[in-house]
Every structure is written in structure tokens, then in C-alpha cells.
């Protein structure tokens, strides 16, 4: 997430201290446990937000001088304004555990149908893990975050029908090696190999 | 004791000419308590480890005790009884009888068993309460949702107390709202009631309930994986079985 256009966002609605900043993002995704960040970072962030000028310090009256409240600038809210209207891009093809599966394949002594189990294991524990979660959450209370939980228990679900598809297809995988990358001398070329004439081509009809 | 404990449990059926091993010397136990998943792809043997448990088949070699009684013991009264009182089924498409209300659909096994109607009628009604379906009682199961009348099913597999729960695709035949409802359900039921649940399903959102899946490959366990994650040492607990398995 980028936990500083989330703190823009709620610093747009109104003032916020910087503990107050936590527990409304903890509200918003539904707890410490759906997605953590700490208050160090919420600092930091705030830290670089007001050095851009999208954030400034708001003092409190009748309070201790270093009480003090953050809000949005204008320039805060035109750059929310335009994250807000643009997409959020998917990242589905960085797979670390297909580089591990195409490694193994590969090198001796590793078996890729355990990493397989391995990983369907930890996939479905993890996906028993978000299941009680959101079956523990309030619905009438709590349907905004249930959304969030939803999406966990989806792409999980997503992710163990490509193991198993990954596993059904693993042998017809394993007959097809990995493309070879074609080795090409780096540097200048051997002075030998300089200005000698391409070799006649002998397959052209 | 193990509600359920499998030795060398196998299946082979003959047709014509050619032998087909559905269960292949499968070993292994269930605790009271437990909400077991089997999964697998389709004709790995999944539907015939759950009949072959339930005594609703004779495996070829191998043995099943239920509860320490051995199933291949048992003359056909006898397993008869056991079935009756101490198996629950819950099906697809639940099974039930489409004449009979909510409430007699659930109260039939103890009717089978002998049961005064007005006492098998009470109790049935005392389960069908437990699963929100208090005001549904006098409902034939065409005036029923498909999660209802799934929770009247599982009602009428409690209704005669048994220890054990068979469960064969008990979501297939709902859609992702009602199956979340009762896989959740059949979670209480280990939980909250104490009964053993073992649920064959082809769907990993509905497994996930479960404290233990079983995969099933060719007949074969190829894989047994504890979900509960209490201490944060189960997954050392699964790498260390499947480690077992693999060697």
C-alpha cells in the first residue's frame, strides 16, 4: 500500500494527530492483523510529506506547543485528486515461487512436485488463517473490511487452482527445457574475427 | 481411541477385463474433534474412502475400525446399527424426501431406530433450531433454499448423536454464500458440538475450514496437511510430515 497517499487521503478529510493517523488506517483495512504498519512510519512518511508541501502542521490552540494536528495543502489534495483517478497496475507476473519451481526444475537433486506440496500447504493454511479471520469479523459493522478478506481468500483460491494446474502439467513442462540463452562474446571482437567476411551460406536453396 | 483408523485400506474394481485400484493401501486416523478435508482430482479415490468408511461399501483388502469397532466384523445388522448410530451422511444434493416437512425429514432416523414420533420430533426440532431453521420447520424442501435444505441434512445426520460426520461434497450444489454458511457450520459442529467431520471436496475455499487436509492421488495419500496454526508451529509440523512422506 502507499501508506502516504492513504495518510494524504485522511489528512484531506480533516486534521489529524499523528497517533490518531494508526488506528484510522487500522480501521480502514480492519485491523492490526489485515495489514500492518507502525507508528515509525506513519512519522517518516508525514516527516516527507510536509518537506513536499502537500502536508503542514496545523497548531492546536490551549494545547502543549508540540500537540500539534496535519492537514492537507492544496497541493496535497490535487496530488490525491490525481492518484485517486488513476488505475492501480498489477504486478501477477512476478512470481517468486515460479523462478523457484523453473530453478528446480532444473537443478539436481531438487524436487519440484515438493516444492509444490510446500507451497499448496503453506497456500492453504494461510487461506484457513483469512478464513477465520473474516468469519470472526462483525458483518454489520465490518462488511467494508470483509471486502478486503474476500479478495485474500480469492487470489489464495486463484493460486491453488494454478498449483494444481502447474502439477498436471509439470511432466509435459519437464520435456520442454528452459529456452537457452545464446552465449555472444562481450567486448570488442578478436582482431582476428575483425573484418573477416561472414561465412558463405550454404542452406539457402 | 481414533474415531477413524484405516489399515492398508484398498479398493479394487473389476470391470470386464480391467482392474481399476481406487484405493491403494491408504493408512491413517482421525481424532475426535478433528474437521478433515479429502481432496483431490476427480477419480483419485476420494468418494470411495468416504463410502468405504461409512460401510457403505467392503474395501478389497485393508480394514476400517469406526470408534475401535472393526467394519469387516460386522455382519450386515450390525453394521446396519452402527451406521445408523454412529455415522452421520451428508450428500450433494442432500437427500432428503421431498413429501416430508423440515422437521420429519430430520426426525426419520430416530423414527427408523424406534423412536417414539413426538420425542424423535423434539429433538429434531431442538437441531433445526440450532441452525436458524426454527421458523422453517413445517417447510417441505421445495420451499427451501438450497442452504436450507442443506442444514436440515445436517441436522438430520446429528439427530441421532453420532460421533462421526461424513460429508461428500456437502457444498457442490450451492452457491459461494450458502457454501461459506456451511462449511462454517460444519466447523461448529467439531467445535462447538464435538462431533469428528470428514468432508470430501473439490473446492479449496471450503477446505480451508477444515483443521487437516487429506490429499488423495491415485488412490494414495500424497499429502496431509494440519491448518491450524494455534502455536505458529504447524507449518514446521507439515514440513516435517511432508518430508516424511516424500522419504
Known amino acids: 500500500m502507499s501508506v502516504r497517499n492513504a495518510l494524504l487521503g485522511l489528512l484531506a478529510q480533516r486534521p489529524f494527530y499523528g497517533y490518531e493517523l494508526l488506528a484510522a488506517l487500522d480501521g480502514i483495512v480492519g485491523g492490526h492483523n489485515a495489514w500492518t504498519v507502525n507508528s515509525g512510519q506513519i512519522y517518516a512518511t508525514l516527516e516527507r510529506l510536509e518537506k513536499s508541501g502537500l502536508i503542514e502542521e496545523q497548531p492546536v490552540n490551549g494545547t502543549a506547543p508540540d500537540k500539534t494536528t496535519y492537514t492537507a495543502t492544496a497541493a496535497g489534495r490535487q496530488e490525491l485528486t490525481e492518484w485517486l483517478s488513476a488505475p492501480v497496475q498489477t504486478d501477477l507476473q512476478h512470481d517468486e515461487f515460479y523462478i523457484k519451481l523453473m530453478l528446480a526444475l532444473s537443478l539436481e537433486g531438487s524436487d519440484p512436485y515438493r516444492l509444490i506440496q510446500i507451497q499448496r500447504a503453506s497456500l492453504y493454511q494461510e487461506l484457513h488463517a483469512v478464513t477465520t479471520q473474516r468469519d470472526d469479523l462483525e458483518i454489520p459493522t465490518n462488511l467494508a473490511q470483509k471486502l478486503l478478506f474476500d479478495k485474500a481468500v480469492m487470489h489464495l483460491e486463484a493460486d491453488l487452482r494454478w498449483l494444481e494446474m502447474i502439477e498436471a502439467r509439470l511432466d509435459d513442462v519437464k520435456r520442454q527445457p528452459v529456452q537457452q540463452v545464446e552465449m555472444r562474446p562481450r567486448g570488442r571482437p578478436p582482431k582476428s574475427a575483425r573484418g573477416a567476411k561472414s561465412p558463405p551460406q550454404t542452406d539457402k536453396p | ?247
Not at chain 2, 462454517?184 to 473446492?203: I, N, P, S
Request: hydrophobic share 40%.
Open chain 2, 1 to 247: 481411541m481414533s474415531v477413524i483408523s484405516t489399515e492398508n485400506l484398498t479398493k479394487i474394481y473389476n470391470s470386464g477385463t480391467t482392474a481399476v485400484t481406487a484405493l491403494d493401501h491408504v493408512n491413517f486416523q482421525v481424532q475426535p474433534e478433528e474437521f478433515v478435508a479429502v481432496m483431490g482430482p476427480s477419480g483419485c479415490g476420494k468418494s470411495t474412502l468416504l463410502h468405504l468408511i461409512g460401510g457403505l461399501d467392503h474395501p478389497t483388502e485393508g480394514q476400517v475400525h469406526i470408534n475401535g469397532n472393526l467394519l469387516t466384523d460386522l455382519d450386515d445388522d450390525s453394521l446396519t446399527e452402527l451406521r445408523r448410530r454412529q455415522i452421520g451422511f451428508i450428500f450433494q444434493f442432500y437427500n432428503l424426501i421431498p413429501v416430508l416437512s423440515a422437521v420429519e425429514n430430520a426426525a426419520l432416523p430416530l423414527l427408523l431406530d424406534g423412536m417414539k414420533p413426538i420425542e424423535a420430533h423434539d429433538r429434531a426440532i431442538e437441531w433445526l433450531s440450532r441452525f436458524d431453521l426454527a421458523d422453517r420447520l413445517q417447510n417441505r424442501p421445495d420451499q427451501l433454499s438450497g442452504g436450507q435444505q442443506q442444514r436440515v441434512a445436517i441436522a438430520r445426520a446429528l439427530v441421532a448423536e453420532p460421533s462421526l460426520i461424513l460429508a461428500d461434497e456437502p457444498t457442490g450444489n450451492l452457491d459461494t454464500r450458502a457454501s461459506d454458511e456451511i462449511a462454517g457450520l460444519l466447523r461448529q459442529v467439531t467445535k462447538e458440538w464435538g462431533r469428528t467431520v470428514v468432508m470430501v471436496t473439490h473446492d479449496p475455499r471450503i477446505a480451508a475450514y477444515a483443521d487437516r487436509i487429506l490429499f488423495l492421488k491415485d488412490g494414495r495419500i500424497v499429502d496431509d496437511t494440519l491448518l491450524e496454526t494455534k502455536d505458529g508451529s504447524s507449518y514446521d509440523a507439515v514440513t516435517a510430515k511432508l518430508k516424511e512422506i516424500g522419504d
